[in-house]
Structure formats: structure tokens, C-alpha cells
């Protein structure tokens, strides 16, 4: 009998294609504003980061158009691309990203707690220094927090964890559905509000406290992911919830 080889889709592409085919077969007609992502989450079982991550595959392949402050709506009943969510289409999911990142990086961070030395928290707070004149000068780069990241790999002394930390950092430039979340994320609330998180984390390389450095390494990663989902769906209806104000505030006054 005829077989097919077997393939493990991604979550969120099958999301992707699920709602493509509810596109296509007219269910959400040409202009007709989405369910909102919270309960396309709910009836799918999944969660807001898969289904955060689908629309963007959505969008990219032309099928949905975000309106600021309006919503999701459908722009095409037919992608503009060959109508897949392939990796070698749209690359890497930016929350799988940030999976693979917190599973390494604090590990990373455990180990080089261990291992650090004066001049790897100099080069540390080097890049630290970097990320606050980028601040001022409104983020156009991220060299700063590369660096700081890649710094901390640095300090294990384990060239496989250098080169597995740069390539991670690496795979956001590559990737277009995580440049097309940060078009919707305000850099400026963003970013200053994550500063105070690598100063914890510094302070506990300082220490050479290794459980305090994981964790706070875990801590961070967890905020970014927390913070792309509520900026980017603050981007959608308009709003940006004080917290957000008060811990960039808090950030940059360190």
C-alpha cells in the first residue's frame, strides 16, 4: 500500500493551517475581523503564544492584516506564498526562539557563575553600559544585549557554549516572523523595563552565586515572553498598561 513519510508539524503551524483552511473555505470571509487571539487560544487548546505566533505566519503569508487598535482581519482567501508555514519559509517561531534560549542560557549562566572571572564581569558591565546608551539613543540596535548574553557564555569558557549561544542570537535576525512581531512592540517601553534584569543577573555572577544567576537568567526570559505577548496585543487595541511605564521608568533611573 502507499505511504506518506511522516511529519511532525510545529504547533503553531498547525494552528496556521487550521485557520488557512477556515480562510479559505469561506468560514472568515474577505474582510471579516478574527476571534480575538485569547479565545482562539481557548477553543484550540493552546496557548496565546502558539496562536500569537500562527497570525504571524498568517500575516506574513498574506492572509490577515492587523489593523492598530481594530484588530485581525482577513485580507485574502488565498496566501500569498505557497500557503505552508514551513521553517524555510517563515523560519523559526520567536517564542520557540525564546524555549530554546531559556532552556541554554541558564544553564549557561549557572555554569559560568562558576567559572567567572573580574575581567568577564568587566566586559559584562561593558555591555551593559552599551544597552543604556542604546536606550537613550532609541534602540535601533541590540548590540549591547548581545553582547551581555554572549558574554556570559564567554565567562564558561566553553567554546560549544559560545558558539551555541551566538547562534540562538543569530536565529532572530534570520528569522521574519520575529521581525515581524517587533514591528509591533514599542522598543522604548520594552527594552528599558528589561534592564533591571540584567543588572540581576550581573549581580549574581558577582556573587558567584550560581542558583541566583539561573534564576535570574530564567526570570528574564521569562519577561520577554510575557512582555512581547502583552506589548503586541496592547500594539492591537491601542493601549499600553502603566506597569509597562512604570518599570522602564525604574529601569532606566538605576
Avoid at 503569508?61 to 489593523?67: A, C, F, K, T, W
Avoid at 544585549?145 to 536565529?171: K, P, Y
Avoid at 512581531?181 to 549581580?203: K, M, N, T
Wanted: contains cysteine; proline residues 3%.
Amino acid at each position: 500500500m502507499p505511504v506518506e513519510m511522516i511529519q511532525t508539524k510545529r504547533l503553531f503551524q498547525q494552528v496556521y493551517e487550521q485557520l488557512a483552511g477556515l480562510i479559505a473555505g469561506g468560514e472568515f470571509p474577505l474582510g471579516e475581523r478574527l476571534p480575538a487571539e485569547r479565545d482562539l487560544a481557548r477553543q484550540l487548546g493552546v496557548s496565546r503564544a502558539t496562536v500569537r505566533e500562527a497570525m504571524i505566519a498568517l500575516e506574513l503569508s498574506g492572509l490577515v492584516e492587523v489593523r492598530v487598535g481594530a484588530g485581525i482581519f482577513v485580507a485574502r482567501d488565498k496566501p500569498l506564498t505557497r500557503g505552508s508555514a514551513d521553517e524555510e519559509e517563515i523560519g523559526l517561531g520567536p517564542f520557540e526562539i525564546l524555549e530554546a534560549r531559556r532552556t541554554i542560557e541558564c544553564a549557561v549562566a549557572y555554569f559560568a557563575a562558576q567559572q567567572i572571572q573580574d575581567s568577564d564581569i568587566a566586559e559584562l558591565e561593558a555591555a551593559l553600559a552599551v544597552m543604556e546608551e542604546e536606550h537613550r539613543t532609541g534602540f535601533k540596535t541590540e548590540n549591547g544585549d548581545r553582547s551581555f548574553h554572549v558574554g556570559i557564555a564567554r565567562a564558561t569558557r566553553n567554546s560549544a557554549l559560545v558558539r551555541t549561544v551566538e547562534s540562538l542570537w543569530d536565529l532572530k535576525y534570520r528569522a521574519p516572523m520575529w521581525a515581524k512581531l517587533h514591528e509591533r512592540v514599542r522598543a522604548a517601553l520594552l527594552r528599558p523595563a528589561l534592564l533591571s534584569d540584567h543588572w540581576q543577573i550581573l549581580e549574581a555572577l558577582r556573587r558567584r552565586d550560581p542558583v541566583a544567576a539561573r534564576d535570574a537568567m530564567d526570570a528574564h526570559l521569562v519577561q520577554v515572553a510575557e512582555d512581547l505577548l502583552r506589548i503586541s496585543e496592547a500594539e492591537f487595541i491601542g493601549e499600553v498598561a502603566d506597569e509597562d511605564r512604570q518599570r522602564g521608568r525604574r529601569a532606566v533611573g538605576r
